[in-house]
């Protein structure tokens, strides 16, 4: 009797069990090669929202430009080869230099490049940006990393890193 109460047990669990399904995970399988697989959508994706924070700097919209960031005590910066800063100093930072641009002379991009793996992202390229402080020009001619997580409210930076570029 014993027994048959384990059987009937284990048929009921195993019931039980193949019987429930994962409708509240995410259905889209991810690649296992995540180093090789290009991810189109996500790419133009990424492409897109870095448009959008170039517009946010010409149209000198400094809460879109902060929108762009997940700040949190992951966020990091580096920048003039000073210390690595955080979430804080990079939203003062931009809100300030970005906040006292009174033109975007040009903003370009040269030899921009997106890696997309899964849900994390690399957008690396060589800033050619001429813009006016007043009567002032500025040219920032940088190596930039931006490194970007997906996240429910679409690609948000969590890493930059600006280098002087030579040459």
Same mark, same amino acid.
């Given at each position: 009797?014993?027994?048959? $109460? ?10 039980? *069990? ?7 995970? +995410?259905? +889209?399988?991810?690649?296992?090669? $995540? ?11 990424? $492409? ?9 700097? *010409?149209? %000198?919209?400094?809460?879109?430009? =902060? ?31 970005? %906040?006292?641009?009174?033109?975007? =002379? ?16 690399? @957008? ?6 001429? @813009?006016?402080? %007043?009567?002032? @020009?500025? *040219? ?6 931006? @490194? ?20």
């Amino acid at each position: 009797m014993k027994a048959n $109460l384990k059987v009937a047990f284990l048929i009921i669990i195993t019931v039980f *069990i193949s019987g429930c399904d994962n409708d509240d995970q +995410e259905t +889209e399988a991810v690649p296992r090669d $995540l180093v090789n697989t290009e991810f189109p959508e996500a790419k133009q994706d990424v $492409l897109e929202t870095f448009g959008a924070i170039a517009q946010s700097i *010409i149209d %000198g919209d400094m809460d879109k430009l =902060i929108s762009f960031h997940a700040y949190s005590p992951k966020f990091t910066e580096f920048k003039k080869g000073e210390p690595r800063n955080g979430a804080a100093a990079n939203e003062t930072y931009e809100r300030t230099v970005f %906040g006292s641009v009174t033109e975007v =002379i040009k903003f370009e991009a040269d030899d921009l490049q997106i890696a997309v793996y899964g849900d994390v992202a690399n @957008l690396t390229f060589h800033s050619n940006f001429h @813009l006016m402080f %007043g009567a002032d @020009l500025v *040219i920032i001619n940088d190596q930039i990393t931006l @490194l970007f997580v997906k996240t429910t409210d679409g690609w948000k930076m969590v890493h930059e890193h600006h280098s002087p570029l030579n040459g």
